[in-house]
Structures are given as C-alpha cells and as structure tokens.
Nanobody, 117 residues
Framework: QVQIVESGGGLVQPGGSLRLSCVAS????????MGWYRQAPGKQRKLVAT???????NYADSVKGRFTISRDNGNNTVYLQMNSLKPEDTAVYYC???????????WGQGTQVTVSS
C-alpha cells in the first residue's frame, strides 16, 4: 500500500521560514521523481518544485531563490525549505511521487501553509 504523508505546515509571519517534509512508503523511492505542488482557495493546483531521480531540480518562477527542494533517498523523504515567505504563498501544499515511465503517480493529503501577520 502506497502512502505519501506531508508534514510541517502551519502559520508563519511574512518573512518567516518553514520546512515541509514528505515521507513515501510502499514505493521504491529511488525510482520516483518527487514534487511539491500548492493550491490556494479557488485556484488550480500548481507546481512549486520538483526533483528527479538524478537530483535535478526545477522551480516555479514565483519561488526561485526562496524555496529549496531536496531528497533523502535513505529515508524515503523529500523536503521543501521555504524562506522569505509571503502572504501569496498561503496554500495547501501537496507532495507527489511520479514514475512517468510506468504511468504511476501518487499524491499526499496536503498540509496547510498560512502566511499572515
């Protein structure tokens, strides 16, 4: 049974930092690209950052220079370090595991991030 579990969300003031974690089980983690996506109320889910099996990273323009994605293959975990947070970063953040060659993808349940004073 595949489980994708996010944690680390919360309420933070503008300019603050948070680190999100996503633990995957039931998959061969090394074979999956991992990504963070976010969905604000009334808006579509959008890509935030991805990291492939080779460690190559991709970021949305809106978070470049502020967010950093990383993975720990030994612990089946992907992280999103978020610095210099802005109110517009407020959203539910979702973790996704994807193995495109096998047409496989799995989503977590999401974790709420709220940036407000």
């Amino acid at each position: 049974q595949v489980q994708i579990v996010e944690s680390g969300g919360g309420l933070v003031q503008p300019g603050g930092s948070l680190r999100l974690s996503c633990v995957a089980s039931g998959i061969t983690f090394n074979n999956y690209a991992m990504g963070w996506y976010r969905q604000a109320p009334g808006k579509q889910r959008k890509l935030v950052a991805t990291i492939n099996t080779g460690g190559n990273k991709n970021y949305a323009d809106s978070v470049k220079g502020r967010f950093t994605i990383s993975r720990d293959n030994g612990n089946n975990t992907v992280y999103l370090q978020m610095n210099s947070l802005k109110p517009e970063d407020t959203a539910v953040y979702y973790c996704k595991a994807e193995r495109a060659a096998r047409f496989l993808s799995y989503w977590g349940q999401g974790t709420q991030v709220t940036v407000s004073s």
